[in-house]
C-alpha cells in the first residue's frame, strides 16, 4: 500500500464512481478506506467496490466553506449505508438527496485542486 490511500476509482467529473473497501474473508467486516489487513482480526484483507445504490441514512448542512472552495455555504454532507453493510460519510451532490433517498458515488470536485467523490440521488444519474 503506498502512502497515498485509493479512495475511488477516478473518472470525470460528475461520473459515477466505485469506492475503493475491503472485506475480511475470515471475519466478515467491511472498512472503508480500503486497508490490507483486517483492523479487527489483523488477518489480510480482500478488496471489495462499493458502487452503490446505498441508503442516505444522515444528512445535515456545513455553514462554512473551506478555503479555495468551488461549492457554496451551506453545503450538505451525509451518511450513506451501503448493501455491505458499511456506512460511509462524504459530501452530497447537488441538488442535495435526502434522507431514505437511493444515492450513488459520483466524482466530484469541491475545492481547487482537490477531486473526491460525492453522494448523488440515484434517480438524477444521468
Known amino acids: 500500500m503506498t502512502a497515498e490511500t485509493l479512495v475511488y476509482k477516478a473518472g470525470s467529473i460528475g461520473q459515477p464512481t466505485q469506492l475503493a473497501a475491503s472485506r475480511c474473508p475470515h471475519c466478515a467486516r467491511v472498512q472503508f478506506p480500503s486497508t490490507a489487513s483486517c483492523p479487527a482480526c489483523s488477518l489480510p484483507s480482500d478488496d471489495l467496490w462499493l458502487a452503490g445504490p446505498a441508503k442516505l441514512v444522515f444528512a445535515t448542512k456545513i455553514l462554512a466553506?473551506?478555503?479555495?472552495?468551488?461549492?457554496?455555504?451551506?453545503?450538505?454532507?451525509?451518511?450513506?449505508?451501503?448493501?455491505?453493510g458499511i456506512r460511509v460519510i462524504g459530501l452530497l451532490d447537488d441538488p442535495p438527496p435526502a434522507v431514505g433517498d437511493a444515492v450513488v458515488p459520483v466524482v466530484h470536485q469541491p475545492a481547487v485542486n482537490l477531486v473526491t467523490f460525492a453522494f448523488r440521488r440515484e434517480a438524477d444519474q444521468i
Do not use: K, M, R
Open 65 to 84: 466553506e473551506p478555503p479555495d472552495s468551488l461549492v457554496a455555504a451551506p453545503y450538505g454532507v451525509g451518511v450513506a449505508e451501503f448493501p455491505e
